[in-house]
Nanobody, 123 residues
Framework: QVQLVESGGGSVQAGGSLRLSCAAS?????MGWFRQAPGKDREGVAA????????KYSDSVKGRFTISQDNAKTTVYLQMNSLKGDDTGVYYC???????????????????WGQGTQVTVSS
């Protein structure tokens, strides 16, 4: 069983930055950040392979967001820069032990989820 505790989030003006953190207990192979805007499906934003730090990003955030982990490989961060109104939503941290780089941004492949944190970007 994996438990995930998120922190960070909040409100920021367009162009600003925020950093999210996710502390994990238990074994994971991939950790990811996902977001859900009102009325929309949950989408993958960024993922990291905990063992080798391989990363993957959605096209909508590539070049603006950075996923990273601490040296202990127990906490994952999402640094969000140049935020836009479209980035508004509830952000979730998720974890899984299954293999597969190709599916790293697919929320259906993640069994463990954090409680979610709201990110609001105003223009």
């Amino acid at each position: 069983q994996v438990q995930l505790v998120e922190s960070g989030g909040g409100s920021v003006q367009a162009g600003g930055s925020l950093r999210l953190s996710c502390a994990a207990s238990g074994y994971t192979r991939y950790m990811g950040w996902f977001r859900q805007a009102p009325g929309k499906d949950r989408e993958g934003v960024a993922a990291i392979n905990v063992s080798n730090s391989w990363t993957k990003y959605s096209d909508s955030v590539k070049g603006r967001f950075t996923i990273s982990q601490d040296n202990a490989k127990t906490t994952v961060y999402l640094q969000m820069n140049s935020l836009k109104g479209d980035d508004t939503g509830v952000y979730y941290c998720a974890a899984r032990s299954a293999y597969g780089d190709d599916s790293a941004l697919n929320p259906r492949t993640y069994p463990y989820w954090g409680q979610g944190t709201q990110v609001t970007v105003s223009s």
